[in-house]
């Protein structure tokens, strides 16, 4: 089985940063792309940012220039620096590792409990 755990969450004032981490364990042979979604009350989940296997990174319009997505591919953990914090950023954040188990597995997708952040205005 695969688990992916997040942490870093919490409540912080606008302006403000936050760096989530989301770590992989279990029987893991390849990750390929990462990612990080959030889900406000009320909305769908949505992609806030992703990052392949070779590096290549994309954004949310509504983060590009205050959120940077990393990984560390020793480690199977993705990370998500936060930056310029916004009210409307305030959400659950899910991780997301597309991940083969053997060799000769499919890839399948994994997702993270969930990490609430909260931005006070």
């Known amino acids: 089985q695969v688990q992916l755990v997040e942490s870093g969450g919490g409540l912080v004032q606008a302006g403000g940063s936050l760096r989530l981490s989301c770590a992989a364990s279990g029987s893991i042979f390849s990750v390929g792309a990462m990612g990080w979604y959030r889900q406000a009350p009320g909305q769908q989940r949505e992609l806030v940012a992703r990052?392949?296997?070779?590096?290549?990174?994309n954004y949310a319009d509504s983060v590009k220039g205050r959120f940077t997505i990393s990984r560390d591919n020793a480690k199977n953990t993705v990370y998500l620096q936060m930056n310029s914090l916004k009210p409307e950023d305030t959400a659950v954040y899910y991780c997301?590792?597309?991940?083969?188990?053997?060799?000769?597995?499919?890839?399948?997708?994994?997702w993270g409990q969930g990490t609430q952040v909260t931005v006070s205005s």
């Open positions: 990052i392949t296997s070779g590096g290549t990174t």
């Open positions: 997301n590792m597309n991940c083969r188990r053997t060799y000769t597995s499919t890839w399948s997708d994994y």
